[in-house]
Protein backbone atom coordinates (compact mmCIF):
# COMPACT_ATOMS: atom_id res chain seq x y z
CA UNK A 1 0.00 0.00 0.00
CA UNK A 2 3.10 2.21 0.71
CA UNK A 3 4.63 1.42 -2.91
CA UNK A 4 0.70 2.46 -4.48
CA UNK A 5 0.72 5.85 -2.44
CA UNK A 6 3.83 6.94 -3.81
CA UNK A 7 3.30 5.81 -7.44
CA UNK A 8 -0.48 6.41 -7.76
CA UNK A 9 -0.60 3.14 -9.97
CA UNK A 10 -1.50 0.18 -8.33
CA UNK A 11 -0.03 -2.01 -11.33
CA UNK A 12 3.46 -0.13 -11.03
CA UNK A 13 3.09 -1.15 -7.48
CA UNK A 14 2.39 -4.48 -7.16
CA UNK A 15 5.20 -5.01 -10.40
CA UNK A 16 7.80 -3.41 -7.66
CA UNK A 17 6.16 -5.81 -4.73
CA UNK A 18 6.66 -8.33 -6.98
CA UNK A 19 10.23 -7.55 -7.47
CA UNK A 20 11.22 -7.15 -4.26
CA UNK A 21 9.42 -10.02 -2.80
CA UNK A 22 11.24 -12.11 -5.68
CA UNK A 23 14.62 -10.49 -4.52
CA UNK A 24 13.82 -11.71 -0.76
CA UNK A 25 13.01 -15.08 -2.42
CA UNK A 26 16.15 -16.09 -4.16
CA UNK A 27 18.31 -14.46 -1.14
CA UNK A 28 15.97 -17.12 1.07
CA UNK A 29 16.98 -19.70 -2.13
CA UNK A 30 20.57 -18.96 -1.85
CA UNK A 31 20.91 -19.25 1.55
CA UNK A 32 18.93 -22.65 1.83
CA UNK A 33 21.49 -23.99 -0.76
CA UNK A 34 24.61 -22.14 1.32
CA UNK A 35 22.77 -24.39 4.32
CA UNK A 36 23.39 -27.32 2.42
CA UNK A 37 26.45 -27.09 1.56
CA UNK A 38 27.38 -26.49 4.84
CA UNK A 39 26.13 -29.60 5.96
CA UNK A 40 22.47 -28.97 7.18
CA UNK A 41 20.52 -30.95 4.62
CA UNK A 42 16.93 -30.80 6.63
CA UNK A 43 17.40 -27.00 7.53
CA UNK A 44 18.81 -25.75 3.95
CA UNK A 45 16.30 -27.82 1.60
CA UNK A 46 13.34 -25.90 4.23
CA UNK A 47 14.73 -22.26 3.63
CA UNK A 48 15.10 -23.32 0.12
CA UNK A 49 11.43 -24.52 -0.31
CA UNK A 50 10.80 -21.18 2.02
CA UNK A 51 12.18 -19.19 -0.82
CA UNK A 52 10.56 -21.17 -3.63
CA UNK A 53 7.09 -20.45 -2.36
CA UNK A 54 8.01 -16.72 -2.01
CA UNK A 55 9.14 -16.85 -5.60
CA UNK A 56 5.86 -18.16 -6.60
CA UNK A 57 3.73 -16.24 -4.93
CA UNK A 58 5.20 -12.69 -5.81
CA UNK A 59 4.93 -13.95 -9.21
CA UNK A 60 1.22 -14.96 -8.47
CA UNK A 61 0.32 -11.80 -7.05
CA UNK A 62 1.33 -9.41 -10.06
CA UNK A 63 0.05 -12.14 -12.67
CA UNK A 64 -3.21 -11.95 -11.47
CA UNK A 65 -3.15 -7.78 -11.69
CA UNK A 66 -2.12 -7.64 -14.93
CA UNK A 67 -4.74 -10.68 -16.20
CA UNK A 68 -7.16 -8.14 -14.29
CA UNK A 69 -6.50 -5.29 -15.68
CA UNK A 70 -6.38 -6.96 -19.12
CA UNK A 71 -10.41 -8.29 -18.32
CA UNK A 72 -11.14 -4.89 -16.77
CA UNK A 73 -14.44 -3.51 -18.12
CA UNK A 74 -15.28 -6.79 -20.66
CA UNK A 75 -18.33 -8.71 -20.21
CA UNK A 76 -19.21 -12.41 -20.48
CA UNK A 77 -21.10 -11.92 -23.82
CA UNK A 78 -18.11 -10.22 -25.68
CA UNK A 79 -16.15 -13.99 -25.50
CA UNK A 80 -18.28 -16.15 -25.23
CA UNK A 81 -19.01 -19.09 -27.74
CA UNK A 82 -22.79 -19.16 -28.42
CA UNK A 83 -22.50 -22.10 -31.13
CA UNK A 84 -23.22 -24.54 -28.16
CA UNK A 85 -23.41 -28.31 -29.92
CA UNK A 86 -26.18 -29.56 -27.94
CA UNK A 87 -27.01 -33.56 -26.83
CA UNK A 88 -29.82 -35.55 -25.64
CA UNK A 89 -29.84 -36.86 -22.81
CA UNK A 90 -30.24 -40.88 -24.18
CA UNK A 91 -27.63 -40.47 -26.51
CA UNK A 92 -24.13 -42.53 -25.79
CA UNK A 93 -20.71 -42.03 -25.47
CA UNK A 94 -19.31 -43.55 -28.06
CA UNK A 95 -21.58 -41.08 -30.27
CA UNK A 96 -20.03 -38.28 -28.82
CA UNK A 97 -16.90 -39.49 -29.33
CA UNK A 98 -17.75 -40.38 -32.91
CA UNK A 99 -19.94 -37.91 -33.85
CA UNK A 100 -18.67 -34.52 -31.97
CA UNK A 101 -15.41 -34.25 -30.26
CA UNK A 102 -12.99 -36.47 -32.82
CA UNK A 103 -14.19 -34.67 -35.55
CA UNK A 104 -15.08 -31.10 -34.41
CA UNK A 105 -12.74 -31.09 -31.62
CA UNK A 106 -15.52 -30.56 -29.46
CA UNK A 107 -14.67 -30.73 -25.22
CA UNK A 108 -18.32 -29.54 -23.69
CA UNK A 109 -21.89 -30.15 -24.32
CA UNK A 110 -25.17 -28.91 -22.86
CA UNK A 111 -27.45 -31.61 -22.62
CA UNK A 112 -31.10 -30.50 -23.14
CA UNK A 113 -34.70 -32.33 -23.14
CA UNK A 114 -37.41 -30.62 -24.65
CA UNK A 115 -34.93 -27.07 -24.90
CA UNK A 116 -34.61 -27.20 -21.24
CA UNK A 117 -30.86 -27.49 -20.56
CA UNK A 118 -30.35 -30.76 -17.87
CA UNK A 119 -26.66 -30.43 -17.30
CA UNK A 120 -23.37 -30.55 -18.79
CA UNK A 121 -21.13 -33.30 -20.23
CA UNK A 122 -17.19 -32.41 -20.56
CA UNK A 123 -14.39 -34.70 -21.58
CA UNK A 124 -13.75 -35.31 -18.33
CA UNK A 125 -17.05 -36.81 -17.49
CA UNK A 126 -16.26 -39.04 -20.40
CA UNK A 127 -12.53 -40.19 -19.17
CA UNK A 128 -14.15 -41.12 -16.21
CA UNK A 129 -16.13 -43.80 -18.02
CA UNK A 130 -13.67 -47.21 -19.23
CA UNK A 131 -13.40 -46.99 -23.23
CA UNK A 132 -15.67 -50.69 -23.00
CA UNK A 133 -18.77 -49.26 -21.61
CA UNK A 134 -19.10 -45.97 -24.03
CA UNK A 135 -21.71 -47.58 -26.37
CA UNK A 136 -23.75 -48.37 -23.40
CA UNK A 137 -23.36 -45.40 -20.72
CA UNK A 138 -26.05 -43.32 -21.58
CA UNK A 139 -25.19 -39.09 -21.30
CA UNK A 140 -27.39 -38.46 -17.94
CA UNK A 141 -25.32 -41.15 -15.99
CA UNK A 142 -21.94 -39.21 -16.05
CA UNK A 143 -23.07 -35.90 -17.17
CA UNK A 144 -22.80 -32.67 -14.49
CA UNK A 145 -26.39 -31.93 -13.11
CA UNK A 146 -27.37 -28.28 -13.79
CA UNK A 147 -28.47 -27.60 -10.58
CA UNK A 148 -25.01 -28.26 -8.87
CA UNK A 149 -23.09 -26.35 -11.53
CA UNK A 150 -21.88 -22.83 -11.45
CA UNK A 151 -23.49 -20.78 -14.33
CA UNK A 152 -23.04 -17.21 -15.52
CA UNK A 153 -24.63 -14.36 -16.98
CA UNK A 154 -24.06 -13.04 -19.99
CA UNK A 155 -23.55 -9.13 -18.72
CA UNK A 156 -21.33 -10.83 -15.91
CA UNK A 157 -17.32 -9.25 -15.61
CA UNK A 158 -15.08 -11.74 -17.10
CA UNK A 159 -12.32 -11.32 -14.47
CA UNK A 160 -15.66 -12.11 -12.34
CA UNK A 161 -16.34 -15.34 -14.45
CA UNK A 162 -12.97 -16.20 -14.41
CA UNK A 163 -13.06 -16.49 -10.89
CA UNK A 164 -15.54 -18.59 -10.38
CA UNK A 165 -13.68 -21.30 -13.03
CA UNK A 166 -10.89 -21.11 -11.04
CA UNK A 167 -12.83 -21.69 -7.53
CA UNK A 168 -14.90 -24.63 -9.30
CA UNK A 169 -11.63 -25.93 -10.62
CA UNK A 170 -13.46 -26.48 -14.34
CA UNK A 171 -12.82 -24.86 -17.91
CA UNK A 172 -16.05 -23.90 -18.91
CA UNK A 173 -19.13 -22.34 -17.74
CA UNK A 174 -22.75 -22.11 -18.94
CA UNK A 175 -24.05 -18.77 -19.78
CA UNK A 176 -27.21 -18.67 -18.68
CA UNK A 177 -30.33 -15.88 -18.92
CA UNK A 178 -34.33 -16.56 -17.06
CA UNK A 179 -33.41 -19.85 -17.32
CA UNK A 180 -32.22 -20.02 -21.41
CA UNK A 181 -28.64 -21.03 -22.39
CA UNK A 182 -27.41 -18.37 -24.23
CA UNK A 183 -23.61 -20.31 -24.83
CA UNK A 184 -20.64 -21.47 -22.93
CA UNK A 185 -17.73 -19.71 -21.40
CA UNK A 186 -14.70 -21.90 -21.90
CA UNK A 187 -11.10 -20.65 -20.34
CA UNK A 188 -10.08 -20.90 -23.82
CA UNK A 189 -12.19 -18.24 -24.68
CA UNK A 190 -10.79 -15.61 -22.23
CA UNK A 191 -7.12 -16.94 -22.88
CA UNK A 192 -7.37 -16.42 -26.39
CA UNK A 193 -9.04 -12.99 -25.53
CA UNK A 194 -6.02 -12.27 -23.15
CA UNK A 195 -3.62 -13.19 -25.93
CA UNK A 196 -4.99 -11.10 -28.58
CA UNK A 197 -5.68 -7.60 -26.54
CA UNK A 198 -1.47 -8.68 -25.35
CA UNK A 199 -1.00 -8.25 -29.35
CA UNK A 200 -2.64 -5.87 -30.06
CA UNK A 201 -1.08 -3.70 -26.79
CA UNK A 202 -4.64 -2.73 -26.28
Not at 115 to 129: D, E, M, Q, R, S
Not at 158 to 185: F, I, K, S, Y
Request: net charge neutral; aromatic share 8%.
Amino acid sequence: SILWQATGNLQKSTRWASRVGQGVAYLFILWGIWRIFTGDWVGGLWIAFIGWFLDNAASSSYQQLTVRNLLAGHKVREVMSRECLEIDPDTTLDRVINEHVLPRGARCFPVVEGGLVKGLLTIHNIKGVSQDRWSSTAVDKVMMPLDGLKKVSPDEELWEAMRHMTEEGVNQLPVMDDGRLLGMLARDNIVSFIKVKGELGI
